[in-house]
């Protein structure tokens, strides 16, 4: 009976101690570093001390990460906060997989039983197990915008996903990527499929290249539109082509954005961005406001010949009931359009021309000194016309179409279509050939800001979906959320960029506790867009705290920044690990932010303890790198 109780009573005791291994928390936030997306490890810090915290963000749930510390440590690792729910803990290295995505935090300790503290310098590190791509994560194409066909063809089996759209899909996948232009329901057009068909799923990349977390788009089994799926503008997807039979299978298939329109007659001062399965509302309304085309043949604007050769000239008839629209050409190559309805049986002439467009193509058109780079005034008013090398499907002479031009990324062009027969109509517009079109005005980027407190400064990051002639990033801060200045800025990284950019900002003069904030793209031509509104409330989580050291390692000054909740003084002093005081004095602080320095060029080199007191109690205390 006493050995069974003994026995009993190590195990408890045993139990508990491994229960107490896991409540190291808590510290001196230091290091922040975001999750990595590769299976390269990343350096969270090379001086980590035991008692202190990192910050990891952008995990990814689902997704398997080992954090290291070297010399060795205790590792605890939370979730939600520095004192959160632990969800690892051990002696380094330490992985766990997330549950949920987010923020996580790494508490460092001597060991793993009474969480010491210690201040020598730790190495540390972390590393996504899981971020390795495997299968169809690993060889992924991009869809840079609607109307693109992509031919896959698949044979043979898979075990990455085994049912989708509530069939068994045992066939080869392949997954496709593409950042939504515009928000809005998109779709994919099947032109065709053989073999057994394919399961279509979607969904954010945010969630991982993983097996699971799919949505149903349809299955493609014949040729056709498939689905509907609610994109936001900005946000990356992944979508999966999956075969439901591992013989022999094929699909040639594009994405069809939001349909435009309707665009109604106007001038060229308002032109509107189109895409394809855009339709034109068409009035006779004469020219608009407006009649910006000069007479055929008296101007370089509208001449007389065709400046492509098929038939005699360009608006021969002038500008009549004229719609104006710009083409944005995000992916260069060979651009071809049509403009109208095949077999239509319509006795209707529409006319058109093409110029590339700038900010300055509607005055120069104007004044009769732009030059189109296409133009058609149709040899057979039958409703269909546009660019093309050989004779489309449903028209019937080559008298209507206009050889197909050789396009850059990131290039504008105008186009007039003129309602010669001054018909009410509408009538669709499809762009085809290598390049791509956004459904995207060029210039739009889409930019997401976030921010929170940092005890004694705002901390804000922000994404911008893309960039075209970007210039620079304009900070600006309210205290009502009304009336905003400038406060500092930021040199666009891209310039020309289809992919998202990060950029992030400190704001270090806090003028009020609460404060609100946006950012302002400047383009190289002067135009601007905004991004959302944040507030952002200033928390003190102590009386006083050491906000910043820097430039850290330093040779010569070192600049302070304290953050107190109230005016008081202090004492300040930077010693060495072996306890000698180099620097000891008073400092006085005021409420909010106090800026100080140390002047340490006369210093050894090596690493110190800069300690703020405060009738001995030591209240701050931050490493720093003498070099």
Known sequence: MKTNYLLFLVSIILLWSENSRGQCSGGASFASVAAPTGTAATQISTCNFAGDYNTISSVVAGRTYTLTASPTACITIHSGSPTGPVVAYGTSPVSFTASTAGTYYMTINTNCTSCGNASACITTTITCNSCGATGPCSSISNIPGCGQAFSLTTLGSSSFIFSLCSIITPGLEQIYTYTATSTGNYSFKVESVTGGGYAIGWKASSGGCLATGWNCVGVAIAPGFIGSMPLTAGTTYYFVMDATSTAASGIIFSLTCPSGGPVTAGDCN???????????????????????ICSAGSCIANPGTNVSGTNPGCLLSGELNSTWMVVNVL????????????????FNCLDWSMWSYSPTTCDNIMVGTKAPVRCNYNGSCEQFTGLSSTL????TSMTNWEAPLTVAAYTQYLICLSNYSSVVT?????????????????????????????????????I??????????????????????????????????????????????????????????????????????????????????????????????LKIILVSKTDASYRLTLSNLDGQKVFDGNQDVQKGLTYASIDVKDFRSGFYLLTVSLDGKNIATHRVIIE
């Open 464 to 557: 911008s979906s893309s960039e075209f002639n970007a210039d620079k990033y304009v900070v600006e801060r309210s205290d009502d959320g009304i009336n905003y200045t400038e406060i500092g800025s930021v040199k666009a990284k891209g310039g020309l960029s289809t992919e998202s950019i990060g950029y992030q900002f400190e704001d270090m003069q806090l003028t009020s506790n609460l404060l609100y904030y946006r950012v302002k793209l400047i383009h190289k031509d002067g135009s601007i867009n905004l991004s959302n509104t944040v507030a952002i409330k200033q928390q003190f989580i102590k009386e006083l705290e050491i906000v910043k050291t820097y430039p850290n390692p330093v040779n010569d000054d």
């Open 426 to 462: 509408t009538i669709p517009l499809s762009f085809g050939g290598t390049a791509v079109v956004s459904c995207l005005p060029l210039g739009f980027e889409t930019i997401n800001l976030t921010g929170k407190n940092e005890s004694g400064y705002n901390a804000f990051q922000w």
């Open 392 to 395: 489309p499907a449903g028209a």
């Open 270 to 292: 308002t032109a509107i961005n189109v895409c394809s399965n855009a339709s034109f509302s068409i009035a006779p309304n004469g020219y608009g406001a407006v009649n910006e």
């Open 331 to 346: 992916t260069g190559g060979i651009l071809t359009f049509q403009l109208g309805t095949p077999n239509s049986g319509t």
